[in-house]
């Protein structure tokens, strides 16, 4: 996958296809995935979302 925002606020299985927001509210990506090395079943501190322009133009939005 690419142009993907790499992050690392908390994210645990089954937050994929919520929101990434900023601290001022803003929505700028879609959890996508979750890095894990291992068989933890948590977040280890890698996590990756599509840019929410992106997911506007595939659901056939315009762009932002």
Known sequence: ??????????????????????MEGEVV??????YNPNQQRSFVGIGFAVPIENAASAAGLPPF
Not at 1 to 18: V, W
């Open 1 to 22: 996958m690419t142009n993907l925002i790499q992050f690392d606020a908390a994210a645990d299985p089954g937050n994929s296809g919520g929101p990434l927001v900023t």
């Open 29 to 34: 990506g879609i959890v996508t995935a979750i």
